[in-house]
């Protein structure tokens, strides 16, 4: 596609649920990011792929959440058992390795 | 790890008025690259600076990286609304198994009062 994709763009979900967001990103790009923004608030990182290279994780909040990256292409990211302070826009960026990082759209995530 | 620290974290401003972020990084940076997000936006790519003590400008934005390459500014000139939104800056880890990872500063964040 033309740019970075993400979906749904929109999830509400009960706590205590598992959810299930989506990266497609530009074809080629080597490199995959999650971050996630509250609102008013910075870019949290959360995980970093680079190629065939064991991901950098160390911006997960917690171990409910996961992440994985198949065939060196689309992203999913996974948190289990929702939680409310899990609510936040997450944004899903891909690069070249020295190159600018294109953002997708975001899939805003509500717990209720 | 690589640490890229910007302020000031808030900025109002009076329409007409210039503005300026600066970004600081705890390493010396490849290059350092400056975004813009609308708000309810997504973060896009304004410019990236590669030479130490280079400036570049894009109208009334005037993006500048210093001598050592660990820091960098933004200054906007007659600001506009237009100009509303959160600028990051943002550099790339030199090393390590996270090579080529961006880490991007906490943002500032532009008011303009019309």
């Known amino acids: 596609g033309a740019g970075v994709s993400q979906s749904p763009s929109n999830k509400v979900t009960e706590k205590g649920k598992d959810v299930e967001l989506r990266c497609d990103p530009i074809s080629g790009h080597t490199a995959l990011y999650w971050y996630r923004q509250s609102l008013g608030q910075g870019l949290e990182f959360l995980i970093y792929f680079q190629g065939n290279s064991a991901p950098d994780k160390s911006g997960l909040p917690s171990d409910r959440f996961s992440a994985e990256r198949t065939g060196g292409s689309v992203s999913t990211l996974t948190i289990q058992r929702t939680q409310q302070e899990d609510s936040a826009v997450y944004l899903c960026a891909s690069s070249l390795r020295w190159g600018q990082a294109f953002f997708g759209q975001g899939t805003r995530l509500t717990v209720v | 790890g690589q640490q890229v620290m910007q302020i000031p974290q808030y900025q109002h401003v009076q329409e007409g008025e210039d503005f300026t972020t600066y970004c600081n990084s705890s390493t010396t940076l490849s290059n350092i690259q400056w975004y813009k997000q609308r708000p309810g936006g997504h973060p896009v790519f304004l410019i990236q600076l590669v030479k130490s003590g280079e400036v570049k400008k894009q109208k009334r934005l005037t993006f500048q990286f210093g001598e050592a390459k660990k820091n960098s500014s933004l200054h906007i000139t007659a600001t506009q609304t237009t100009d509303v939104g959160t600028y990051f800056c943002?550099?790339?880890?030199?090393?390590?198994?996270?090579?080529?990872?961006?880490?991007f500063g906490q943002g500032t964040i532009l008011t303009v009062h019309p």
């Open positions: 943002a550099g790339p880890t030199a090393g390590g198994t996270s090579y080529g990872k961006l880490t």
